[in-house]
């Protein structure tokens, strides 16, 4: 493996873990950690989904869904419903709790952005993301493939 590659693999590491502890402090107040975040900004856009169905859309395993939703619905930012078609599925819903707080969690991620952005112009920012898109599809589809 090149230089640059490897250099791509740890790069992208170091950045999620270190937005990772930033949003571990800055989600403490709200009882919930960075892992979860994406439960609920997944769920604001797709209220009524299905466990299994959020699940496969965050990329995560049934186990670790299943736990971290228990602990967002223990926490009163989630609540479940019985599907109707599916008695052994239950879609998931966000309370007035997580409603409330959904828009303070986007300003401690829009702060995150800007500071990790400070310095990127808005052409930079386009290219850095339309590669990672696609590193992204290729990835997912190599996942895929193998299982």
């Known amino acids: 493996m090149d230089v640059e590659s490897m250099n791509l693999i740890m790069i992208t590491s170091k950045i999620f873990r270190y937005k ?7 989600l403490k107040k709200y009882g919930l ?6 439960y609920l900004f ?5 209220e009524g989904i299905s466990q299994n169905g959020l699940s496969k859309e965050l990329g995560n395993d049934k186990a670790m869904s299943a736990r971290t939703i228990t602990k967002l619905v223990d926490l009163g ?8 078609k599916d008695s ?5 819903y966000l309370t007035e709790k997580a409603k409330e707080v959904l828009p303070k969690i ?3 991620v829009q702060t995150l952005m ?13 290219i850095t993301m339309q590669s990672l ?3 992204l599809i290729n990835i997912r589809r190599l996942n895929e493939f193998e299982n």
């Open 133 to 135: 898109k696609k590193i």
């Open 42 to 46: 997944n769920l604001e856009g797709n």
């Open 106 to 108: 986007h300003e401690d």
């Open 20 to 26: 990772q502890m930033y949003l571990e402090k800055a």
């Open 114 to 126: 800007s500071l990790i952005t400070e310095d990127v112009s808005e052409a930079e920012m386009l």
């Open 33 to 38: 950690s960075s892992g979860s975040s994406p």
């Open 88 to 92: 052994r599925s239950y879609k998931l």
């Open 77 to 84: 930012y989630v609540y479940r419903e019985q599907d109707e």
